[in-house]
């Protein structure tokens, strides 16, 4: 399903809503953008998935749990790769005490009985999420932490803010918003979306359907 050209997001939300339905273990709607990093880690041409940027101003601890594991589903369906899931905060590992600290924790854990075969950690700040030295310094152990691929935000103030800080500013390439969590695959215009929009988000969506997961 594409669509959006001459409709409001939350327009394409409800309509999602009422005719595809969710996901198992999903009754959340939300976006992620692919973030193209031109170098980092030693490679070149990076892709990083950003969740949620668009849609969930405020989401609580379930809604925060169900967006990271929708994403973790389109980072192995639209990229072929392993979801390294990090739940980001201003604290890692308990390194901070406060009830933003404490949602993320209990997002992870829902997270994971959702989807137990899922890497997934938190909380954890962006450093100790990205760099394997910061990492070592301020995680004991951890199959995300320094190797993180896909990066969960705790609102979309976060979100938003850091994926154009990123696109802009650290030269990335931003792919999306792209939505998610759905049982199909559904993708979101902007009304001012040009012709080589349409056909990239729908190419992006072909994908999603093939890959099966969705």
């Known amino acids: 399903m594409v669509g959006g050209i001459a409709n409001a997001t ?16 999903i009754n959340t709607p939300s976006s992620f953008f692919v973030m193209i990093i031109p170098s ?11 969740a949620d940027c668009a849609v969930n101003i405020q989401p609580d ?6 967006i990271g594991v929708a994403s973790a589903r389109n980072t192995r369906c639209l990229l072929g790769i392993e979801p390294r899931v990090a739940f980001l905060s201003f604290s890692t590992k308990g390194s901070a005490n406060h009830a933003d600290a404490d949602k993320v924790i209990e997002a992870v854990k829902i997270a994971r009985e959702i989807e137990p075969s899922c890497l997934m950690d938190g909380e954890l700040q962006g450093d100790a999420a990205l760099i394997p030295s910061v990492a070592a310094k301020k995680v004991k152990e951890s199959s995300v932490a320094g190797r993180a691929n ?13 994926y154009k800080l990123v696109q802009w500013l650290g030269g990335a390439r931003a792919i999306g918003p792209i939505l998610q969590g ?3 695959p559904v993708s979101d215009l902007s009304r001012g979306a040009s012709v080589d929009d349409v056909v990239g988000v729908t ?3 072909s994908v999603q359907a093939i890959g099966g997961d969705r």
């Open 182 to 184: 759905f049982a199909k």
């Open 40 to 50: 980092f880690r030693g490679e070149e041409n990076v892709p990083i998935i950003f």
């Open 150 to 162: 896909v990066l969960i935000f705790p609102d979309l103030d976060a979100g938003n803010i850091a």
């Open 203 to 205: 190419a992006i969506t």
């Open 61 to 66: 601890a379930r809604q925060l749990a169900e």
């Open 10 to 25: 939350a327009s394409m939300i409800q309509a999602a809503t009422l005719t595809i339905g969710f996901q198992p273990g």
